[in-house]
């Protein structure tokens, strides 16, 4: 299974980069509030660490993004990208299923479960090779 579709990989890498980065990335990065209420949190009144995390957490994705841009522009790195996002959708998995079974989340984070599932079998069957090298 791993690597199926390793010819399509820049595709693949391509439009995850582009999708990330305008729903997610910049949206968290720009205005984490707004970004925020749109997923349904509830805002505290005190917002100033709420806004801060939010841009951490952007500037944060914002450097994925350049690590999947610089493999679909240089068709280098690829696996390393790759890798790498491996790391961001098993974590980023763990964090939601923990927020659904503590109840700590609105339902459109636990909904996020499936989605980081689908990448994490998305990003198996384009990875750009048939063995995982560390």
């Known amino acids: 299974m791993l690597g199926h579709y390793a010819q399509y990989s820049q595709h693949y890498i391509t439009t995850l980069m582009i999708v990330t980065t305008l729903f997610f990335a910049l949206p968290i990065f720009i205005a984490p509030i707004a970004w925020a209420r749109a997923m349904r949190w509830t805002i505290p009144e005190q917002r100033h660490l709420a806004i801060y995390f939010g841009r951490c957490l952007g500037a ?40 659904a079974m503590k109840r700590i989340q609105p339902i459109t984070e636990t909904l996020e479960i499936g989605f980081w599932m689908i990448l994490l079998v998305l990003n198996t069957l384009f990875y750009p090779a048939t063995s995982i090298t560390l």
């Open 60 to 99: 944060f994705i914002l450097v994925v993004e350049v690590a999947m841009l610089r493999s679909a522009t240089t068709g280098t790195s690829f696996s390393y990208a790759f890798d790498m996002l491996f790391v961001v959708f098993t974590l980023m998995f763990v964090v939601h299923v923990y927020g």
